[in-house]
């Protein structure tokens, strides 16, 4: 909540991938589980939880950005991402592409801020860094742009949770689920 009301945005899509190509296959949830999940810790918040890159098709970042700026002119975008994320921005396919194609937040994560401040991606974006108290402003910035957000530090990590309870996907219904912006079945 504290990065939607520091970018001003109306509404978030959080996009549960069908598969992250920097992570193993094994032992990942089934997609309807993991967005399930992704519903359940958005509950209340106007965050959308969406598998929509099964629907278009996309496996990388980059073409699920491309895709959905061509699918919805109408709208103005900006990428979300944590610090963790930062870290190995540069291993992202067409990194420099998806940062010239929208404006980029990066949210503070415990642990992994000094990392990604020294992260080769960053070497090439710390000059289009914009100061955080301009966030709010981040539709009329010349791309590429980038924004690091600071917020009082939320310590849950996905990793950890996993580790706690490697069951933790047995917790959420196997019902079918519908996308909440494509309005498709998700299995």
């Given amino acids: 909540m504290a990065a939607i009301r520091a970018l001003d945005l109306d509404e978030v899509w959080w996009l549960v991938s069908p598969g992250n190509p920097l992570k193993p296959v094994a032992g990942m949830a089934p997609l309807a589980i993991r967005l399930a999940s992704a519903r359940a810790m958005a509950r209340g918040a106007p965050i959308r939880a969406t598998a929509i890159e099964t629907r278009l098709g996309t496996r990388y970042t980059i073409d699920t ?36 194609k929208l404006p980029i937040a990066v949210i503070a994560r415990p642990g992994y801020d000094s990392a990604a401040r020294r992260a080769p991606a960053m070497s090439w974006l710390r000059r289009f860094v914009r100061p955080a108290g301009q966030a709010s402003d981040w539709t009329g910035w010349r791309l590429p742009a980038l924004v690091q957000l600071r917020f009082r530090p939320d310590p849950s990590s996905a990793t950890a949770q996993r580790r706690r309870d490697p069951d933790w996907y047995a917790h959420f219904p196997t019902k079918a689920l519908r996308d909440s912006l494509t309005r498709r079945p998700v299995t």
Avoid at 68 to 93: C, E, H, K, S, T
């Fill in 65 to 100: 950005i491309s895709t959905l700026i061509a699918r919805y002119p109408r709208r103005r975008f900006v990428w979300l991402m944590g610090a963790d994320n930062l870290q190995q921005f540069d291993r992202w396919r067409d990194w420099r592409g998806i940062a010239r």
